[in-house]
């Protein structure tokens, strides 16, 4: 069983983005025809404190400290950089590309979401994946939601459910 960790920037302000979250993270842990599709954890840690409208020296400075932290809960596996810029992929993809990570004897992913901000580009570099959802620009909230379903479509496809059709 494979296991995915969202380690996110942030916590989720409003119920209705948490509840939805909370909905397809307990999807991905239920049971399906052949066991439970991942084990799902969730790592929300605090964003810099950033002045009102900081320089670009400031905002480096702030996406290498909460590069830090995120790396603080990164303990190998494969890691997935959710950024403007990286790489766009349909669902069916997404589901190849983790299928094959488990075939190839991988057994953890990480997905990581930086503050509004975005991530510092050393731990981009780092990243096994930089992982676009579009170029439009969403909520970091909306953002999570759409991450989270994406996964869980992408283990419907995978187990054949009927979820994705």
């Known amino acids: 069983m494979m296991t995915i ?5 942030g916590k989720l302000k409003e119920r209705w ?10 999807r991905l842990g239920a049971q399906s025809q052949g066991g439970t599709f ?7 840690l605090e964003p ?7 320089n670009r020296a400031l ?9 830090e932290l995120i790396r603080a809960q990164i303990k190998g596996g494969f890691k997935i950089a959710m950024c403007v810029e990286g790489k766009a992929m349909s669902s069916e993809e997404l589901a190849a590309r983790l299928e094959g990570l488990g075939n190839g004897g991988i057994s ?22 930089r992982l676009s959802m ?3 620009t969403f909520p970091h909230s909306l953002a999570r939601v759409m991450l ?3 996964v869980y479509r992408a283990f419907s496809i995978m187990n054949n459910s009927k979820y994705h059709k």
């Open 38 to 44: 991942a084990k799902v954890t969730v790592k929300e």
């Open 59 to 67: 905002v480096e400075k702030a996406l290498e400290r909460e590069a």
């Open 108 to 129: 953890t992913v990480h997905f990581i979401v930086g503050s509004s901000f975005g991530l510092a580009e050393s731990l981009k570099k780092e990243c096994d994946l």
């Open 148 to 150: 989270f379903e994406q």
């Open 5 to 9: 960790n969202f380690i996110v920037m």
């Open 17 to 26: 983005f948490r509840e939805a979250c909370a909905e397809y993270q307990k």
């Open 48 to 54: 810099a404190d950033m002045p009102q409208n900081p």
């Open 134 to 136: 579009s170029p439009m």
